[in-house]
């Protein structure tokens, strides 16, 4: 599939349902798909569109740890930091090892030598109550969830092992139990990820999924549905069924929109799950409530 830089991609259809600013539609070109959180509370989900990076990396990856050239990396965050009208300070991102912990941001990070990003060791989530602080971690397959309630984002990143592990639980109580938050209040959104349509695992991993999910995950031989998974942990943490939002997209089917190490192998790039808390009012709110008056 021809995926070189002249290639010619469709709208997507979550491209334009936001009213335009003044500057034109502020995250066209590199946003594949926005969860629905409640302002202030904004996040985003990148496509592999809209960057710089050649080769297996076409277009806009945005991980460091894939062996794309650093120059790419560093202009295409700055891209998407400027295409989203992001503040300029170091995103937060994690180690993202594949585990459950998650880690509670309450500082700004002190300023790297390239003042562009800082990383938290060891840790698959980040939650933070600061504002205009933007969390990012970075996704070709495995599930982004997005956490927002008053005065509070996260975002966490779950393959079958976070999954299992109960990351998404995790995040829940640090947010419950160590902030505070009625649970009821909380609202949570699934992104993008490979879906049961591609995601096929062994039979003992499977059996395992099916007894600990049921069918809800394991929909039928040897697949899984990892974001159904996530769903059940949330919903099983008592947060309410209308407040996840699942996305149903596919990254190993869409391969024009997504990166997918399944589909794709290693290398390949990284799309970023970005979530931040904003101070002031921006354009398009994604629930639908007017947006505050400008300037
Ligand atoms: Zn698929």
New binding site residues.
Partial sequence: MDLGPSAVHPPSPHLTLEPQSKAGNPDAGVVAWRPKLPPPAYGWFTGRTGGVSGAAWCSLNLAYHVQDAPEAVRLNRARVQAALSLPVVPWITAEQVHGPRVALIRQAPVRTVTGEYAVVRGVDGLITTLADQPLALFFADCVPLFFAARGVVGVAHAGWRGTWQGIARQMIQLLTEGLGIPVEDLWVALGPA??P??YTVDGALWNAFRRRFGRVATPRPTVLDLRAANRELCLEMGVPPAQIEVCPD?T??QAERYFSHRREGYPTGRMAALVMQSSEGRQGSPLGLPNPPQG
């Fill in positions: 490979i879906g349509c591609c596919c190993a089917c």
